[in-house]
């Protein structure tokens, strides 16, 4: 048995073996080495300097190195001699064209050194202004700009940022030196201190910078340039980049580049300036020019909101000609970029220059607005418009707001933002006391439920609360996922809050709020506002999002079905255009408050008799749900699954009976209630399951209580007979659970065809029909071959699919993800966006092997992804026939599904039927 | 969309299309249509004829039914047109062949009919003798014999037989007849009863009849042949042979053929006779003939023990030219089959008939003495040999048995045989009672350790435990798993027995057994059995044994190593040939009384300064147990798992502890117990899982605590250098559990370098290893290619695979498993053999990818399923190149996988290494 240790550490692995690169581009005098497509080497910033060079656009020459050096520096903590020759060299050149030396002579060249990854990361990286600048430079530059005051600002400036950014010391530690000084001298404003004020703060930053690095503040232009490069580097792995990315789904293996630019200087007095704009406002979409400045202040001013800056109107007052070449500047470039720009210029001393443009970020509703104003102006195709909004976006349009423009906002705590849109409510603790509280009718009063987490028991509660506040649980927790289904507002997993149900009380530090107590939360955000804000409404009618949909819809080639247990739920799929249900779960109406008795009874029946007898008062509510249902999906599919959950989860818990059992016995030990408990537990306890999740639930309850399906099955068939004959169109489809093996699709396949022939015989009637089931379990996609030879439709359930392909609990994932995605070990919650590599996989087998087994078996999905953009583009590329997501989610899907289709057609790809 | 109803019934689909089938094969007459290759289509015994028939053999003339008219029997309910006229054919044949007419005419012919399925199921089937007979055959019976006591107890018992068989009336009712009569003529012996008796039990028989079956005993002859053969089709479903068929793995699908055949008579006087027997001593194999008969009798007397019978040899006295004929035929028997033969015969009027021949049942004992006194006899050879003996047999030569042999018996109740063996002892219901109950040393005493089922918290108590007893959870519960492993008694299970905890007793219907009352378990047989009976030793170094597997071993390719956590295992299974440890679970050293608190103090740490404190603790214990395994495996390789369950089983149970508390919130709420409990429980609450098989465990615990990894590595490594400087050979390999993407593996493996290289550097000294990974979850399979490249070896955790798969609970699967077996949905529990067609799939794919990933990637299998002889056959199809199991299977999983090895050279295939 030969036995070999492994030799190669692990980097070397991921290692490409490149030569002769490029890695640096130069841009100034006109034209540029790089040009605007190449984001992924030089960032969007690069690429747009590049790009804006090119186009004869006022921009301060540079160089980027791009994105390939910060990798080889992640992977080996050092540059390379290549990297750092070919950027001397580019320096070299910046100094020709500039007829400056880098931080010498009397007309130094100063530098900003900034990052700049593929994807904005606005806000996240560090940016370094005024490199060159050392104690005899600064002398030089006060010379030449006649402005001592200016050149000693620059200076400190330059420590500040260089300590903080470089050198890894606390911002604080400068402030504090700062406001000393001006403290000392008594003034209020920045700009009140004296340029020897300055130097004497620039004397203690010093200080600082030993103290606290252990070194000096370098003096060499280019070690300052060195470290400031490999800084911007390291700041690729900061936690708030780190956080931006996991949020926002960005590979953490990009890495970002680095801009060196020529210094310009917008506080070189009254006529210099800085400011930042977009062509259109990127709140609402309106076509309208929008921005701020500053006059006499760098960008970072602007930035840190340290003053407070002017709209971009007042400078068309104070510099009308730099104000017109600016918009004559950005409209060129909008239409360019044939998109929105996000810029950024500086004017000095009277002359316009431009830092950055990039498309805008917008919200959802601008971002309708705009494509539709563009398609308009002929500025773009409607074919490309469809894809200027994220899919996610679009929830946007759908819910409410807080409306903070009142009143104090005090941010009590942050959650996860589990559903979005906003609630305003007074707070109870439980789900009884949230149907008491809120009552109904005239006097109904707006609740917010607030639970550790929540279960199927608490669904009355829920169903009533304006919103869901939890202190457990994640993204796709029970809570985040029914609130999520109902279109209402949810914030999940509010660590710090501490919820005490006996109390009915919730304590956040120091501050505790007690039931009725007002609370506001923000399901968009996560945050938990205390007190009472207002909101504002929904638009769900938006003409712009109709006629955005009306120009998707033609390259749409997935279904989009809604996920729906409910006649209401259901009307509110159909207004989004949902064309069927792809889950109607028939165990929420169980919990129903009328039901749960029958339901118990059910579970708790010693014979098949006293369970048919339990079944047979259920049967009428059932039937006169599914008649409900398929009243409000007249001409459309409504798939309906048998019972899934286990028996347990509608009896009480087994551990609150033990601790109520065991309280009786030392206080009452003759009670009744201890008897029936006792009893009860017995039950309880012998349906308990160590993991429920893969116990007796889904088809192996109806095979082993088959009275069960069949009741239900006859609730179906009595309903789609009885409501066919009043005219509507019934298309019921019936979904076989849990399904891994062929024999259990055909035991509960052929009590579907059995009652449903009883049912037809008794009404002397019939209705067309399917039987399926949902494929959620690794063993039925090895084996879909012969599944499908029994099951006319797959419907993939991608939820439990993950997690029986990971081993991951959705209940219990909370537990390691944070740590699994900091770690980098996953890119996003398996449970939002489909994995493709491994779940994805077995969905293709399940594909491939169902259309083996049955040419024509019908394809979609029901699991929570269905609603996910990233999601429904992979069900459209595997060749599914329809996707189906909660009621609010179906715009999102269909958007994300005629993007798939756009892109195939770009591709010049085949279609499929729905 | 188009909707189309199923049409078909679900039947059709498992109906083939056939035409022109002999269903009915005739023998008799020196020449048989069959051949005893033909067990498929007739059966055991009707192959087993045939092939007497044409060996010239004295067998009474006959036909066979062949199965497939079984399988349309259960398939449509009823006998088509073609099977009955092909029967009535052949018995028009028979009749000529015999020159009488079927309880016709003055010699009326009688027959017998039979089941006899493809694979013997001894006292599973029913049979029906002397039919034929009738009000009027009866007569001429008694005027052919000359005897009519003799006809009338024929008539009699064929009414009894086909009341009770084919019109399912219970025995009970004709026992009460028939024993009415003998009290009313005040005798004992049925022989007492004169025909005139005998005549009043047959009217009384008939009366039994019509009143139960509602009709009168059919005296048409072949009416009752038809009923007859009907109902030997319906009881292949009765319920013995369904539990016959799933204990023995026999497929439901197979069906029973029917054999019609002249009656020959036992009973007509005193020399007439009939009998049993083997050629060898089916018990321990000795060459000897062995049998027992009966004079005057027919064989269901010697069947249902109505009669004492006597040993075969008394015939060598009583009819020493009948005896030797026998010898004869039955020697020639054993030569044609080249195997012991289980006979029956019966004698006629001093004639013999042969009615039954096939290969005979053994134990364990036996197969291995016959095999090998076969070979020596040159009746086969070595290689055939070793076919001869079903490896799981060979568990019985190595745990000891009851011995039955003195004193009463009295089951209590039956469970699972979990574990087999044998156990003895006084009962207690603790584990920590029965480490007190055991005592130590000379005074130690044997205790049985009765618990509604176990948990790792019991492991202690189970250790000193002679046997244990549960009365939940399956044949792979947590109890039955550790058992087998420990080599150790244990019924599972035994659903009947009420296990009170709290009192210290155990109740089975109305007994009660308290604390320190004896017991006796039989884990072969899962009988539980009251009171003190012996135990029969094993014999571990049996010679037979040793030879049998030296003929085995060259076969062989795959390697078998054992799954082993401590020096103690690790020892035994090295004494069965294990080549080194597959499995060592590091979280079982933890569970000692010595290591659980500082285990507890790890998981409540605060910080990761605590954690690593308490860590600190743990890492020489570790080290000491590595230390020992790794010297007890000398020149082997040892596959250490790093800790794998989740931390939460290593604290007290959630639910006792809410418990504890509101009892102390009631009687004592100053306790400081109370405060200690309520913090106790808030950390259990954080670390509570819904689903922990899917929850924070394997790899996941050491990506999110990488200290508890680091601890781990390091005792591994420290160990190996110590050890190695022995001059023992250590060959580690280091195995992340629960791996289901590249990354996890990644991280864990470069924990292991790193800290490999620490150790090294610190005690100067290296030590070759490997580090690998558990494939268990389907995601790991779908992505072993990208796995492998960081893993060094792979070894398939099947039991969690197939939880995942299936989307089973091994701990919760007891609740619809027994149902799925009973509906046929399962054919096996797949915790006890491998499901190929799923899990097996991906398995296979698992191991394609890994060796695309890393061509010389290792394979192996350390789930139970490892000394499963089938599930060993099918990893050495897929290509592994090892399996491992427990120490007590190592015997077992070597001669499967040297079955396996002969048969691909039997086929002609290659080999692979080990």
Redesign the interface.
């Known amino acids: 048995?030969?036995?070999?240790?492994?030799s190669k550490?692990?980097t070397e692995?991921l290692t490409p073996k490149k030569r002769g690169i490029q890695y640096v581009f130069f841009f100034g005098g006109g034209k540029a080495e790089g040009n605007g497509k190449m984001k992924d080497e030089l960032g969007g910033k690069g690429a747009g300097l590049a790009e804006m060079t090119n186009a004869g656009l006022p921009v301060p020459p540079g160089f980027t190195i791009q994105t390939e050096a910060c990798r080889e520096y992640m992977r080996t903590s050092g540059v390379s001699e290549e990297i750092h020759s070919q950027m001397l060299a580019a320096l070299e050149h910046l100094e020709k064209l500039q007829g400056q030396k880098l931080g010498k002579g009397e007309n130094p060249l100063l530098v900003s050194v900034r990052s700049g990854a593929k994807f904005s990361m606005p806000g996240m990286m560090d940016t370094i202004l005024n490199l060159g600048l050392n104690d005899e430079s600064v002398k030089s530059l006060a010379r030449k700009s006649s402005n001592e005051r200016f050149a000693y600002d620059s200076y400190r400036r330059l420590i500040q940022m260089f300590g903080n950014v470089v050198l890894d010391i606390s911002k604080h530690e400068f402030d504090e030196v700062f406001d000393g000084q001006k403290k000392k001298r008594g003034v209020k404003l920045d700009t009140e201190l004296t340029a020897e004020d300055l130097q004497e703060i620039i004397a203690q930053y010093k200080q600082v910078v030993r103290k606290h690095a252990g070194r000096d503040f370098p003096q060499v232009p280019i070690e300052q340039l060195a470290m400031a490069r490999d800084a911007v580097f390291r700041s690729w792995n900061n936690d708030r980049a780190k956080v931006y990315r996991r949020i926002n789904n960005i590979s953490d293996d990009l890495g970002t580049a680095v801009n060196v630019q020529a210094m310009v200087f917008g506080n070189m007095g009254e006529t210099s300036g800085t400011g930042v704009g977009f062509t259109r406002n990127p709140a609402n979409g309106a076509k309208e020019f929008y921005g701020e400045f500053l006059m006499n202040a760098q960008g970072e001013d602007v930035v840190a909101g340290i003053r407070t800056p002017v709209p971009i109107n007042e400078l068309q007052k104070q510099m009308p000609q730099v104000y017109d070449q600016l918009r004559e500047i950005t409209s060129r470039l909008e239409k360019h970029y044939r998109d929105v720009q996000d810029f950024e210029f500086t004017i000095q001393d009277g002359k316009l220059y431009m830092l950055q443009t990039r498309n805008g970020k917008r919200t959802g509703r601008a971002a309708v607005r705009i494509a539709i104003d563009m398609v308009n102006e002929r500025l773009i195709k409607p074919e490309e418009a469809i894809f200027r909004v994220d899919p996610n976006q679009i929830y946007d349009l759908l819910v409410p707001k807080l409306d903070e423009s009142k009143g104090n906002v005090e941010v009590l705590a942050r959650g996860l933002p589990a559903s979005p849109g906003a609630a305003v409510g007074q707070i109870v603790f439980t789900a009884n006391d949230a149907v008491a509280f809120a009552g109904t009718g005239a006097s109904k009063k707006p609740v917010i439920l607030v639970r550790g987490e929540t279960t199927p028991e608490d669904i009355h509660g829920m169903e009533v609360a304006a919103g869901i506040l939890t202190s457990r649980g994640g993204m796709t927790s029970h809570a985040a996922v029914v609130t999520r289904g109902m279109g209402k507002c949810c914030v999940a997993g509010a660590g710090d809050v501490e919820v005490d149900e006996k109390k009915k009380e919730m304590r956040v530090g120091a501050v505790t709020l007690k039931e009725g107590d007002w609370l506001s939360l923000d399901g968009t955000t996560g945050r938990v506002i205390k007190g009472r804000l207002g909101t504002v409404p929904a638009s769900p009618d938006d003409p712009d999002l109709k006629t955005l949909m009306g120009w998707s819809e033609p390259f749409r080639k997935l279904g989009v079905r809604a996920n729906a247990d409910i006649p209401r739920d259901a009307i509110q799929a159909r207004a989004f255009g949902a064309e069927g249900i792809g889950l109607c779960r028939t165990e929420h109406m169980f919990f129903a408050e009328d039901r749960i008795p029958h339901m118990q009874a059910m579970i708790l029946a010693r014979t098949v008799e006293e369970r048919k007898a339990a079944l047979d008062k259920l049967l009428p509510m059932q039937r006169a749900d599914f008649e409900g249902v398929f009243r409000a999906m007249d001409g459309f599919?409504v798939t309906i699954r048998l019972l899934d959950p286990p028996l347990h989860e509608f009896l009480p818990r087994?551990?609150e009976l033990?601790?109520d059992i065991?309280?009786l016995e030392?206080?009452d030990s003759n009670s009744p209630k201890l008897k029936k408990n006792r009893e009860l537990l017995r039950r309880v306890e012998e349906?308990h399951?160590?993991?429920?999740?893969?116990?007796?639930r889904?088809c192996?309850l109806g095979?082993?209580y088959p009275e069960i399906s069949e009741m239900q099955v006859r609730a179906i068939f009595e309903a789609a007979v009885n409501v066919s004959k009043e005219g509507v169109k019934v298309?019921p489809e019936i979904m076989i659970p849990?399904v891994?093996?062929f024999?259990?699709m055909?035991?509960q396949?052929?009590i579907v065809?059995r009652v449903?022939a009883q049912v037809f015989k008794e009404k002397d009637a019939?209705v067309?029909?399917?039987?399926g089931t949902m494929i959620?379990?690794?063993?039925a996609c090895?084996?879909a071959d012969e599944i499908a030879?029994?099951a006319?439709f797959f419907s993939f359930g991608t939820n439990?699919l993950t997690?029986?392909?990971?081993?991951?609990?959705r209940?219990?994932i909370g537990?390691?993800l944070p740590?699994?995605i900091e770690?980098?070990?996953?890119k996003h919650d398996p449970f939002a966006t489909i994995?493709t590599?491994?779940?994805g996989?077995?969905m293709k087998m399940a594909v491939e092997k169902g259309r083996k087994g049955r040419s024509?078996v019908k394809l979609g999905i029901c699991g929570e992804h269905g609603g996910d953009p990233a999601s429904v583009e992979f069900c459209h590329q595997i060749g599914l026939n329809y996707v189906s997501c909660s009621p609010f989610r179906v715009l999102t899907a269909r958007l994300a599904a005629a993007q798939a289709g756009a892109s195939d057609q770009l591709k010049g790809e085949g279609g499929r039927t729905?």
């Open positions: 048995m030969s036995v070999t240790p492994l550490p692990e692995i599919p087994r551990e033990m601790v065991a309280k030392i206080q349906l399951e160590i993991n429920p999740m893969l116990g007796h889904g192996r095979i082993t298309i849990l891994s093996m024999k259990e055909a035991n396949g052929s065809r449903a019939t067309a029909y399917l039987t959620e379990l690794p063993r090895t084996v030879t029994e006319e439990d997690q029986t392909t990971y081993g991951f609990s209940d219990d537990k390691f740590s699994y770690r980098g070990i996953l994995d590599e491994g779940v996989q077995l024509n729905k």
